[in-house]
């Protein structure tokens, strides 16, 4: 087998035929230097990829790509943590695994946060988490609780969407989870599931193009040329069965999704850090920046997500201008309350940009803040899982009452060099005390000493 197909082989759904083929890749690969850039929001098959990786693609992708650093982010799963984390090492690649959620605010219920359309519904993060809990933990049965959540949902719009339209109705367990690896579906699958069975019920172009064309609100004549775009096509089909005004919407309310203090206090009790996920400041709860900063702050979050991209990267220059002007606020807000900000691509959805390129044009001026950032949360990563140190725990909190020394800490921690199996061993076997110690002499040198 030829290097391109263990590099398939990665989105295998075993888990031990990916580990095969990621360590054959790792021992035969020549990997590029790392660069500067790196992407911490990679969405994996766990929730869902738009190319179909699994973690440990993810994570050979970016390695192969000369990313300094990578993070997996999954929609309210952990499935891919241990596994990401160990490409890492065997790749040499830093490593950080987030988790990505919706939830009610309470403070703000009567205003579009960062979920169009959704009064008191913002998406949401929780950084570095640093082990799966427990099953039968109080934090294993909040994350049980996520799972549980999103397939409710899944059912009740399925269930919506076929009583609209019988014709391509689908059943959840036969066409939409054998699209997973682990049972946990989103939209996108469910989507994809719809327009499979569309294609089943409606094998001639011209009767699909009449079933597909109102609800698309395109011409008969346009379809064949969108169903060809998949992405395109897959987007449409989203926003006419699952979103905002489609046939199977029904608007969420505080009974939908956890309330934000729920899940702050949770990421918190798992070590990790809780994160405001920002969109890009056009709606009524993201108009005035350091207010929502203030407000999620104050229920215990300690940092920010960004995808860069669509808030600087636009068509239309009025509209490019407005929005850079938006993150200058929401950075500069960060940046005063030393707030480290995560940056990533998702890369949940067809023509995204593989990374964002910190090194030169409007991004170029935010390298150093994105840089640090990126560099926290790896160096919660370490210290969390060899020191029993996380960013937010009692150690760090004693060691570093001020906040932008902690963040100097945990980012020359993230700066070291990628951790690799033969380190790992050698800091899991000395402990926690000794390995924090061990990791604070080798920050202080810039290179590993042990």
Same mark, same amino acid.
Not at 214 to 236: G, H, N, Q, R, Y
Not at 244 to 251: D, P
């Given at each position: 087998? =030829?290097?391109?197909?263990?590099?398939?082989?990665?989105?295998?759904?075993?888990?031990?035929?990916?580990?095969?083929?990621?360590?054959?890749?790792?021992?035969?690969?020549?990997?590029?230097?790392?660069?500067?850039?790196?992407?911490?929001?990679?969405?994996?098959?766990?929730?869902?990829?738009?190319?179909?990786?699994?973690?440990?693609?993810?994570?050979?992708?970016?390695?192969?790509?000369?990313?300094?650093?990578?993070?997996?982010?999954?929609? =309210?799963?952990?499935?891919?943590?241990?596994?990401?984390?160990?490409?890492?090492?065997?790749?040499?690649?830093?490593?950080?695994?987030?988790?990505?959620?919706?939830?009610?605010?309470?403070?703000?219920?009567?205003?579009?946060?960062? $979920?169009?359309?959704?009064?008191?519904?913002? /998406?949401?993060?929780?950084?570095?988490?640093?082990?799966?809990?427990?099953?039968?933990?109080?934090?294993?049965?909040?994350?049980?609780?996520?799972?549980?959540?999103?397939?409710?949902?899944?059912? $009740?719009?399925?269930?919506?969407?076929?009583? #609209?339209?019988? #014709?391509?109705?689908?059943?959840?367990?036969?066409?939409?989870?054998?699209?997973?690896?682990?049972?946990?579906?989103?939209?996108?699958?469910?989507?994809?599931? /719809?327009?499979?069975?569309?294609?089943?019920?409606?094998?001639?172009?011209?009767?699909?193009?009449?079933?597909?064309?109102?609800?698309?609100?395109?011409?008969?004549?346009?379809?064949?040329?969108?169903?060809?775009?998949?992405?395109?096509?897959?987007?449409?089909?989203?926003?006419? +069965?699952?979103?905002?005004?489609?046939?199977?919407?029904?608007?969420?309310?505080?009974?939908?999704?956890?309330?934000?203090?729920?899940?702050?206090?949770?990421?918190?009790?798992?070590?990790?850090?809780?994160?405001?996920?920002?969109?890009?400041?056009?709606?009524?709860?993201?108009?005035?920046?350091?207010? +929502?900063?203030?407000?999620?702050?104050?229920?215990?979050?300690?940092?920010? !997500?960004?995808?860069?991209?669509?808030?600087?990267?636009?068509?239309?220059?009025?509209?490019?201008?407005?929005?850079?002007?938006?993150?200058?606020?929401?950075?500069?807000?960060?940046?005063?309350?030393?707030?480290?900000?995560?940056?990533?691509?998702?890369? !949940?959805?067809?023509?995204?940009?593989?990374?964002?390129?910190?090194?030169?044009?409007?991004?170029?001026?935010?390298?150093?803040?994105?840089?640090?950032?990126?560099?926290?949360?790896?160096?919660?990563?370490?210290?969390?899982? /060899?020191?029993?140190?996380?960013?937010?725990?009692?150690?760090?909190?004693?060691?570093?009452?001020?906040?932008?020394?902690?963040?100097?800490?945990?980012?020359?921690?993230?700066?070291?060099?990628?951790?690799? !199996?033969?380190?790992? =061993?050698?800091?899991?076997?000395?402990? /926690?005390?000794? #390995?924090?110690?061990?990791?604070?002499? $080798?920050?202080?040198?810039?290179?590993?000493?042990?």
């Amino acid at each position: 087998m =030829d290097n391109q197909e263990f590099i398939k082989t990665l989105c295998d759904f075993n888990s031990d035929t990916r580990r095969r083929a990621l360590q054959k890749l790792a021992d035969a690969a020549v990997f590029p230097e790392p660069g500067t850039n790196f992407n911490m929001h990679c969405h994996s098959f766990f929730s869902y990829n738009s190319a179909g990786w699994s973690p440990s693609r993810v994570a050979y992708e970016c390695r192969a790509r000369g990313l300094c650093a990578a993070a997996l982010c999954d929609f =309210d799963v952990l499935d891919g943590l241990d596994e990401f984390l160990e490409a890492g090492r065997m790749l040499s690649l830093r490593s950080a695994v987030h988790l990505e959620t919706r939830v009610f605010v309470k403070e703000l219920a009567d205003t579009d946060i960062s $979920s169009p359309g959704e009064p008191g519904v913002a /998406y949401i993060m929780g950084c570095g988490f640093t082990g799966v809990p427990e099953p039968v933990s109080a934090q294993g049965k909040v994350l049980a609780s996520l799972r549980q959540g999103a397939q409710d949902r899944n059912l $009740s719009l399925i269930a919506r969407v076929n009583a #609209a339209l019988p #014709a391509i109705a689908i059943d959840y367990s036969i066409d939409v989870l054998p699209l997973t690896p682990k049972g946990v579906a989103t939209e996108r699958h469910i989507v994809r599931a /719809y327009n499979t069975q569309a294609q089943k019920s409606f094998p001639d172009k011209v009767a699909r193009a009449a079933f597909w064309a109102p609800l698309l609100k395109c011409s008969t004549d346009e379809f064949p040329v969108i169903e060809a775009d998949v992405p395109v096509m897959e987007d449409l089909i989203r926003n006419a +069965l699952a979103k905002r005004g489609g046939l199977g919407y029904i608007q969420p309310d505080e009974k939908t999704f956890p309330t934000a203090e729920t899940f702050v206090a949770w990421v918190r009790a798992c070590g990790a850090i809780p994160t405001i996920a920002w969109l890009d400041g056009t709606s009524g709860g993201e108009a005035d920046a350091n207010k +929502l900063l203030d407000l999620m702050t104050g229920m215990g979050c300690a940092s920010l !997500n960004i995808i860069p991209d669509r808030n600087w990267n636009l068509k239309k220059p009025e509209e490019a201008a407005r929005k850079q002007a938006l993150l200058e606020e929401v950075v500069k807000g960060c940046v005063r309350r030393h707030l480290p900000i995560n940056v990533g691509t998702e890369m !949940n959805k067809g023509g995204l940009p593989f990374v964002d390129d910190i090194t030169s044009g409007v991004l170029s001026k935010y390298a150093e803040t994105f840089t640090l950032g990126m560099r926290v949360m790896v160096g919660q990563t370490l210290l969390g899982i /060899y020191a029993n140190a996380p960013y937010l725990g009692e150690r760090a909190a004693a060691e570093f009452k001020d906040i932008a020394q902690r963040n100097a800490f945990y980012a020359a921690v993230g700066a070291l060099p990628a951790l690799t !199996n033969r380190l790992a =061993d050698k800091l899991i076997e000395v402990g /926690y005390d000794k #390995a924090f110690r061990m990791i604070a002499d $080798s920050a202080a040198e810039a290179r590993w000493l042990c």
